[in-house]
């Protein structure tokens, strides 16, 4: 059985593991090198935890909120201030232009439940970066009104994504939740204009069929959603679910059911997880090349680190009230290691670009991988196009289970060492 350590093994050639250590308290993140950059702010805040959700996430209250503002104001200062100074000396410092970055994600947590600060906070992202694609953000159902949609476009955001999670009264309970109007809710999305309707689905909740995932994935699409993410439950360890997800065998066989289902009804696979309707754009925060995270648990990947924000509320106020990074835990990748993550991500987003490789990596794809991509090619998993390697449905159903092993041996462990300390000193992905 393929193991994330075998699997790191092949692609990093090495026993080496991924590496974690306590991050200095003037670090500031590198980002010459890089072209394209995307930008992801964490708002923690949500009016009930749900017991499935395994993000770093704080109950709300108007207080915790008023204080995390100007710690994360303070946090795009510092770095915005830093990638300045790196331009500086990397570029002609007559012509005075700003970093450029393709997008803005605000995820959580429920970051509409800081509405009134999300200008302010694009603001001052502005002062730095000029943001070239849109800016996205998470809603959690009932932030679905008129009024707020009225505001979140108002504020520029030009993309949603919906945690509506199914529509299926039954398999909402048994993740905690329930229907609440959510046909009317999308009715008032369509009309507030937005260039991108996410809508997120989890599927092998017991008692979900084929027939009532097709359901859900149609409605949606009906509703107006431009893409839908159809997320396999996953059981945390330290979730506290009720009811267990179905197991493995039982989630491939429902995946490969909705992706034919997509195909049928003419949608576009987007990724391993995502379908959307042709011609629209994605909503996508994870599979970027390089991108640069602020606020709590907020990671930065970029050209030769990757770097995590404290999950500690108290200790991100904490350090930058005094100046200090919030960066809890940084890894400084080797070579192989950084390539082994460009091709996981890319393989999710089911296309390998040559170019993109190199720019990223600093070496050609054929030179670090020649061997193995010819012998991915001639197993079927992969097919050549241009300068891409796209991955087959075959290669796409390996893929669904070994991002599911990923987010138990890597995220989940990570995560929990990060909720229980705020400041780890090191630790080890092998
Ligand atoms: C940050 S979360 C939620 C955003 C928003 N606060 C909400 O609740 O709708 C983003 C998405 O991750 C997915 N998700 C969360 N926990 C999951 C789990 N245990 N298994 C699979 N998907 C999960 C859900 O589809 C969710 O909408
Ligand atoms: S699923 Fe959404 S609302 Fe629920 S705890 Fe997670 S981030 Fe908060």
Same mark, same amino acid.
């Given at each position: 059985?393929?193991?994330?350590?075998?699997?790191?093994?092949?692609?990093?050639? $090495?026993?080496?593991?991924?590496?974690?250590?306590?991050?200095?308290?003037?670090?500031?993140?590198?980002?010459?090198?890089?072209?394209?950059?995307?930008?992801?702010?964490?708002?923690?805040?949500?009016?009930?935890?749900?017991?499935?959700?395994?993000?770093?996430?704080?109950?709300?209250?108007?207080?915790?909120?008023?204080?995390?503002?100007?710690?994360?104001?303070?946090?795009?200062?510092?770095?915005?201030?830093?990638?300045?100074?790196?331009?500086?000396?990397?570029?002609?410092?007559?012509?005075?232009?700003?970093?450029?970055?393709?997008?803005?994600?605000?995820?959580?947590?429920?970051?509409?439940?800081?509405?009134?600060?999300?200008?302010?906070?694009?603001?001052?992202?502005?002062?730095?970066?000029?943001?070239?694609?849109?800016?996205?953000?998470?809603?959690?159902?009932?932030?679905?009104?008129?009024?707020?949609?009225?505001?979140?476009?108002?504020?520029?955001?030009?993309?949603?994504?919906?945690?509506?999670?199914?529509?299926?009264?039954?398999?909402?309970?048994?993740?905690?939740?329930?229907?609440?109007?959510?046909?009317?809710?999308?009715?008032?999305?369509?009309?507030?204009?937005?260039?991108?309707?996410?809508?997120?689905?989890?599927?092998?909740?017991?008692?979900?069929?084929?027939?009532?995932?097709?359901?859900?994935?149609?409605?949606?699409?009906?509703?107006?959603?431009?893409?839908?993410?159809?997320?396999?439950?996953?059981?945390?360890?330290?979730?506290?679910?009720?009811?267990?997800?179905?197991?493995?065998?039982?989630?491939?066989?429902?995946?490969?059911?909705?992706?034919?289902?997509?195909?049928?009804?003419?949608?576009?696979?987007?990724?391993?997880?995502?379908?959307?309707?042709?011609?629209?754009?994605?909503?996508?925060?994870?599979?970027?090349?390089?991108?640069?995270?602020?606020?709590?648990?907020?990671?930065?990947?970029?050209?030769?680190?990757? $770097?995590?924000?404290?999950?500690?509320?108290?200790?991100?106020?904490?350090?930058?009230?005094?100046?200090?990074?919030?960066?809890?835990?940084?890894?400084?990748?080797?070579?192989?290691?950084?390539?082994?993550?460009?091709?996981?991500?890319? $393989?999710?987003?089911?296309?390998?670009?040559?170019?993109?490789?190199?720019?990223?990596?600093?070496?050609?794809?054929?030179?670090?991988?020649?061997?193995?991509?010819?012998?991915?090619?001639?197993?079927?998993?992969?097919?050549? $196009?241009?300068?891409?390697?796209?991955?087959?449905?075959?290669?796409?159903?390996?893929?669904?289970?070994?991002?599911?092993?990923?987010?138990?041996?890597?995220?989940?462990?990570?995560?929990?060492?990060?909720?229980?300390?705020?400041?780890?000193?090191?630790?080890?992905?092998?």
């Amino acid at each position: 059985m393929l193991t994330a350590s075998l699997l790191r093994w092949i692609l990093t050639r $090495s026993r080496r593991p991924f590496a974690f250590e306590a991050c200095p308290l003037d670090w500031h993140p590198e980002v010459t090198g890089l072209e394209q950059i995307g930008l992801y702010v964490h708002i923690p805040f949500c009016r009930t935890l749900c017991s499935f959700c395994p993000y770093c996430r704080e109950l709300y209250t108007q207080k915790k909120a008023a204080v995390y503002l100007p710690a994360l104001l303070q946090e795009i200062d510092r770095t915005g201030q830093a990638v300045a100074r790196q331009r500086d000396e990397s570029s002609n410092p007559d012509i005075a232009t700003k970093r450029r970055a393709t997008s803005l994600y605000f995820g959580g947590g429920t970051p509409a439940l800081m509405l009134d600060d999300l200008p302010v906070i694009i603001d001052r992202l502005r002062q730095y970066f000029e943001i070239t694609e849109g800016i996205g953000i998470e809603l959690h159902p009932q932030d679905i009104t008129p009024e707020n949609l009225k505001r979140l476009r108002m504020a520029g955001i030009t993309m949603v994504s919906l945690g509506l999670q199914s529509f299926d009264p039954e398999a909402l309970a048994r993740i905690g939740r329930s229907e609440d109007r959510f046909a009317e809710r999308l009715g008032w999305v369509r009309e507030a204009g937005f260039a991108v309707i996410d809508v997120d689905l989890i599927f092998a909740i017991p008692g979900q069929t084929q027939d009532s995932l097709r359901r859900d994935i149609a409605l949606a699409f009906d509703l107006g959603a431009t893409q839908v993410s159809t997320y396999p439950f996953i059981d945390f360890t330290y979730a506290d679910n009720r009811y267990k997800p179905m197991d493995k065998k039982a989630k491939r066989q429902l995946l490969d059911e909705l992706a034919h289902f997509c195909q049928e009804i003419g949608l576009i696979r987007t990724s391993v997880w995502t379908f959307a309707k042709p011609g629209t754009g994605k909503y996508s925060s994870v599979t970027r090349d390089a991108f640069l995270g602020f606020g709590l648990s907020a990671t930065s990947l970029l050209q030769h680190t990757f $770097s995590i924000n404290t999950f500690s509320l108290a200790g991100y106020i904490g350090r930058l009230e005094k100046d200090q990074s919030p960066t809890a835990l940084k890894l400084n990748f080797s070579l192989r290691q950084r390539a082994a993550y460009f091709l996981f991500w890319g $393989s999710y987003g089911l296309l390998i670009n040559n170019q993109r490789f190199t720019a990223i990596i600093g070496q050609p794809l054929e030179k670090l991988y020649g061997v193995e991509m010819a012998l991915a090619v001639t197993l079927g998993f992969l097919r050549r $196009s241009g300068d891409d390697y796209l991955l087959t449905n075959r290669a796409i159903r390996f893929y669904h289970d070994l991002e599911q092993l990923y987010t138990t041996a890597y995220i989940d462990k990570t995560w929990s060492i990060a909720r229980k300390e705020a400041f780890p000193r090191r630790f080890t992905l092998s």
